[in-house]
């Protein structure tokens, strides 16, 4: 049964499609709007690109007929709430304010008085009062608090996390004023089981900024600490073991072969530009993680070096199986990932790299990169096997059974003569 309002949300990737048919199954009208017409039309088709949502689901919120993708701007018009889930980019290392602003810019030509504007991009604090507000004011002739209403309510999707859902994680909102927090807490409170008001955009713009710095930094620690740690001749995963077994002032954290998706490698960067700019200040924590982590890509393909050396052979030539091209276990991202990074580097060394990934699509990677599927006979073909991404799919035991050479930067293969940790 329809609830009546109808919810715009605008961006249909990994955030903004679940929030959309999440909205459809709480009973609102919803149209997707996506500035990419083919994905557009297959949204329209039924055919989902983003993992959490299936084709099935898809079908089923079409079905309804209360969800309807477009590239449309036109079919916006009348709007009660909108939501904007536009990427959170960076160029050149500053953000990239553009989608969100031409977001604005469609949303407030449609603007009508008593509606919602609600802003999911990660972003650095200000942008909802310093940025939005300005541009659908400009653009709708209205004023923000007396005619329309806007909030910040920050993403917080993990693809991939069966556990925690959009419904199942606590949402942090926001508004400019008391009246706008009130009308998008009562948004989320249909899609989500709790919601977390903070007193204005700024604080929500920061929480999201402060939970991703927090991963982006103790992940650089942990990678550091790994590096350092071989050099001593010291087991990073068996003293990380050890350190996890204390029940409190402890979060494990793993070495991995970099970050990757639509929050570390950007995220923490939106903090460290607005600290920069409006304080004069460099934020050395974000700067020193982003430094660290950046470089691990590089880091594995020293170590694949090393494993050849061993064996007195070659980069050029040699064939290398990277197990995993998403940037994260059980997703189909490629977004960023240090996969991308990792192949490229090794196919321009010489080397003979194949790819095996039960999910994600290969098209990030160039035709110099095989596409395989990990049979006993690729791991016991390839020079060096090296786990990049922990898919539950993957065989481990197998991998370090037939494999000749496991260079694990997930920490996943059982321990052996052959298998060397990141």
């Known amino acids: 049964m329809s609830w009546g309002p109808k919810v715009v949300v605008v961006g249909q990737g ?7 048919i999440r909205a459809v199954e709480a009973g609102y009208n919803v149209v997707g709007f996506e500035t990419d017409d083919e994905r557009a039309k297959r949204l329209a088709a039924g055919e989902s690109d983003v993992a959490d949502v299936s084709d099935d689901t898809l079908a089923q919120a079409l079905a309804t007929g209360r969800y309807a993708a477009t590239d449309n701007p036109a079919r916006l018009a009348g709007f009660d709430i909108a939501v904007i889930a536009v990427p959170a980019a960076l160029a050149e290392g500053l953000p990239n304010t ?12 449609v603007l009508t008085p008593g509606a919602t504007v609600i802003l999911e991009s990660t972003t650095y604090p200000g942008t909802t009062e310093g940025l939005l507000v300005p541009l659908l004011e400009e653009g709708s002739g209205l004023v923000a608090g007396e005619q329309f209403h806007v909030g910040y309510s920050p993403e917080r999707m993990d693809p991939g996390n069966a556990e925690w859902t959009l419904e199942t994680t606590p949402k942090v909102v926001s508004g400019i004023d008391a009246r706008s927090l009130d009308l998008v807490t009562q948004f989320y409170d249909r899609l989500v089981n709790q919601t977390v008001p903070v007193s204005s955009p700024r604080e929500a713009e920061l929480s999201k900024l402060i939970e991703t710095t927090f991963r982006h930094v103790n992940i650089a620690l942990v990678n550091e600490l790994a590096m350092f740690a071989r050099q001593l001749g010291i087991d990073i995963g068996e003293a990380i073991d050890a350190a996890a077994t204390k029940p409190f002032g402890f979060m494990r954290f793993t070495p991995g072969p970099g970050v990757g998706g639509h929050c570390l490698p950007i995220d923490p960067s939106h903090l460290s530009w607005r600290v920069r700019r409006s304080l004069g200040e460099s934020f050395r924590f974000v700067e020193l993680a982003n430094d660290v982590n950046a470089h691990m890509p590089n880091q594995v393909v020293r170590r694949i070096t090393e494993l050849l050396n061993d064996q007195s052979r070659a980069v050029r030539g040699s064939r290398i199986l990277l197990l995993g091209l998403a940037y994260k276990r059980n997703t189909s991202d490629t977004r960023e990932s240090p996969a991308v990074v990792i192949a490229n580097s090794l ?11 039960p999910i994600a699509d290969a098209a990030a990677l160039g035709d110099l990169v095989l596409r395989v599927d990990p049979t006993p006979g690729e791991l016991e073909a390839a020079d060096v096997v090296v786990v990049v991404t922990d898919h539950e799919q993957f065989d481990y035991e197998a991998v370090g059974a037939r494999a000749r050479s496991v260079l694990d930067c997930r920490y996943v293969v059982p321990r052996a003569a052959n298998v060397q940790y990141l």
Not at 14 to 20: I, N, T, W
Not at 347 to 357: C, E, I
């Open 347 to 357: 196919v321009r060394l010489g080397a003979d790299v194949r790819v095996a990934d």
């Open 14 to 20: 990994y955030v903004g499609l679940p929030l959309a």
């Open 98 to 109: 553009r989608p969100l602003e031409d977001a604005a810019t469609v949303l407030a030509s």
